[in-house]
């Protein structure tokens, strides 16, 4: 059983950045890959960026390549979402999520799910 707790959503401005992170209780931290996925008002979840539980691989969405950063710390159980050029679109709940196994980007690929952590960039 894994817990996540997601953290640093707020209110920022177009151009600017946030970071968010995932706290994960629970064992075995390292053995998940890790995702975050974001939901719009009226839209599906849909996904964000992911991390193998190495950390060696890394995927994104295409709608945010080049501006989000995903990392973890496997010491800290903890995986992180540094988010740069944010515009307006990326206002969402975020959440980050965690798989034993399986693909990346769907969510119904992942077993463990926070409770989301609101973003809203104005313009």
């Known amino acids: 059983q894994v817990q996540l707790v997601e953290s640093g959503g707020g209110l920022v401005q177009a151009g600017g950045s946030l970071r968010l992170s995932c706290a994960a209780s629970?064992?075995?931290?390292?053995?998940?890959?890790m995702g975050w996925f974001r939901q719009s008002p009226g839209k599906e979840r849909v996904f964000v960026a992911a991390i193998s539980w190495s950390a060696s691989n890394t995927y994104y969405a295409d709608s945010v390549k080049g501006r989000f950063t995903i990392s973890r710390d496997n010491a800290k159980n903890t995986v992180y979402l540094q988010m740069n050029s944010l515009i307006p679109e990326d206002t969402a709940v975020y959440y980050c999520?965690?798989?034993?196994?399986?693909?990346?980007?769907?969510?119904?690929?992942?077993?463990?799910w926070g409770q989301g952590t609101q973003v809203t960039v104005s313009s």
């Open positions: 629970g064992r075995a931290f390292s053995s998940y890959a």
């Open positions: 999520a965690a798989r034993y196994s399986g693909g990346y980007y769907t969510e119904y690929e992942y077993n463990y």
